[in-house]
């Protein structure tokens, strides 16, 4: 009798609707508390803070293996560091990027319509910043029609790198041009505090600059194809129009505070070093080079038996199967995972080292060794160490006219900088990295990760033309700037 008596009120109540309003029930279903319009300032820090976790982890998860920084230990399998690449390695970067790319869209969109010129030029410098990576990572992607699913486009088709490449340049000249550093944001920035802070606009106009010098140095190799030179010396050559960066403070990053949102990627300091090690080139490098950063980066290698420190001291990357240890190596610094920490993008000492090469090659004027020495004094600091006195005059670490060493210090410099030393190592052959003895893929460096699973499943037509149009999806097809 109750449970009767309910279904009658229920029943009234529902009958009772359209007598007691005018509104129907599509209407009275319509969540009001939902945005029906984007508004750009409230899409910038979730792009910001996410993309930017997700290049940490990248950092964290691929680069440090495949770059000898790190390596998974004890186990000796057939692990990353070996060079074993499925076609599941770049999955999560492959839609996480994808995802964050369809927000930078709709925020780019969003100040279209208002006419709010420094968010459509942030959007821009985003924009290019992830596809860049993007492309760099696999060759030809979805680009001109990708994020438009809302137009019914669900299979997007692969663009050349070529054109992805030309695009970007064009369109961070664009955003370059629309930057209006008079005026704040309206809404929360991570990178650059440009809602309050006077000079925040001066430095995303950096960052786009500087950005564009990353994308043109990476495709030196097609001067001729792509105005490259001309494009560089245009930026280097008025800087007044083309401001970049100029110190350590105008990185870009994100300052991971610990406090809600900004939590660390990592959420268990543990996980950071369970299963792992320092690799011996890396803890090798900064040793031969006296660098005050050991402490902050590794913890120190133990003897077996006894436990005691020994101090830094790694294990080879790709080692022979079935290599034996008398010792504990050392490992990263937990630390590194905790918060505060800082996030990096693209530090100022990257660009630096970016200067010299262009200045040791003879593209623009200036001294490539006080470039050099630049980005050696930034990359220390930025890290909070002290460059100690006479640091140049240790032979490992002096300039000696070489775009070896140039860029053996600038791959110490983009330490946590998603896959930024994978790339400069395909463009560069540098730094030399050994083959231990176990490294699989005989002993060759992936030139790009596989297509991940949902491209090749849910995109497939344009898939196959990617595939034949770059020449195969393997991880040995060189992508175009590397050809």
Not at 45 to 67: E, H, K, L
Not at 211 to 221: A, D, Y
Not at 452 to 479: E, S
Request: proline content about 6%; hydrophobic content about 40%; glycine content about 6%.
């Amino acid at each position: 009798m109750k449970k009767l008596f309910l279904h009658t009120l229920l029943i009234a109540g529902l009958g009772y609707i359209p007598v007691s309003c005018s509104r129907n029930l599509d209407e009275v279903n319509i969540d009001n508390s939902r945005i029906s319009e984007p508004v750009a300032s409230k899409l910038l820090v979730p792009v910001q803070y996410n993309m930017s976790a997700v290049n940490y982890m990248r950092a964290n998860d691929f680069t440090f293996d495949i770059m000898q920084v790190s390596l998974d230990f004890p186990n000796e399998g057939n692990t990353l560091s070996r060079y074993n690449i499925t076609e599941n390695t770049g999955a999560g970067f492959w839609n996480n990027s994808y995802k964050w790319l369809k927000q930078v869209k709709d925020m780019k969109l969003a100040a279209e319509r208002d006419n709010d010129p420094n968010y459509i030029a942030i959007s821009m410098v985003l924009n290019a910043w992830i596809y860049s990576n993007l492309t760099d990572t696999y060759g030809d992607v979805p680009f001109s029609e990708a994020s438009n699913l809302d137009e019914g486009v669900s299979q997007p088709k692969f663009d050349q790198q070529k054109e992805i490449y030309v695009k970007l340049l064009n369109d961070l000249r664009t955003a370059n041009s629309l930057f209006v550093t008079t005026k704040m944001l309206t809404g929360s920035d991570i990178f650059y505090k440009a809602e309050s802070d006077a000079n925040g606009i001066v430095n995303w106009k950096k960052f786009c600059n500087s950005l564009s010098l990353r994308l043109l140095t990476r495709i030196l190799n097609k001067d001729g194809e792509v105005n490259v030179k001309e494009r560089i010396l245009e930026i280097i050559n008025d800087p007044a129009k083309y401001p970049v960066f100029q110190s350590n403070a105008e990185t870009a990053k994100v300052n991971v505070t610990g406090v809600a949102p900004l939590l660390p990627p990592i959420a268990r300091p543990q996980d950071f070093t369970t299963g792992r090690a320092a690799s011996t080139f890396f803890v090798e490098t900064l040793k031969s080079n006296n660098d005050p950063r050991l402490a902050l980066f590794f913890g120190q290698a133990k003897s077996i038996p006894g436990n005691a420190n020994i101090g830094y001291k790694g294990a080879p990357s790709g080692y022979a199967y079935g290599t034996t240890f008398d010792y504990q190596p050392s490992n990263m610094n937990q630390n590194l995972a905790k918060a505060p920490l800082n996030i990096l993008v693209y530090p100022y000492a990257e660009l630096q080292f970016i200067l010299s090469e262009l200045a040791f090659k003879g593209i623009i004027p200036g001294s490539a060794q006080a470039y050099y020495e630049n980005g050696v004094k930034a990359t220390i600091e930025q890290w909070g160490a002290t460059v100690p006195a006479n640091y140049f005059t240790n032979p490992n670490v002096a300039y000696n006219g070489t775009l070896e060493r140039i860029m053996l210090q600038k791959y110490v410099a983009l330490f946590f900088v998603d896959q930024q030393q994978w790339f400069e190592k395909r463009r560069t052959g540098f730094p030399v990295l050994p083959n231990n003895g176990g490294l699989l893929n005989n002993g060759i460096m992936p030139s790009r990760l596989m297509y991940p699973p949902n491209p090749r499943v849910l995109n497939t037509n344009n898939y196959q033309a990617a595939v034949q149009q770059m020449g195969g999806d393997n991880i040995n097809v060189k992508v175009w700037w590397n050809k």
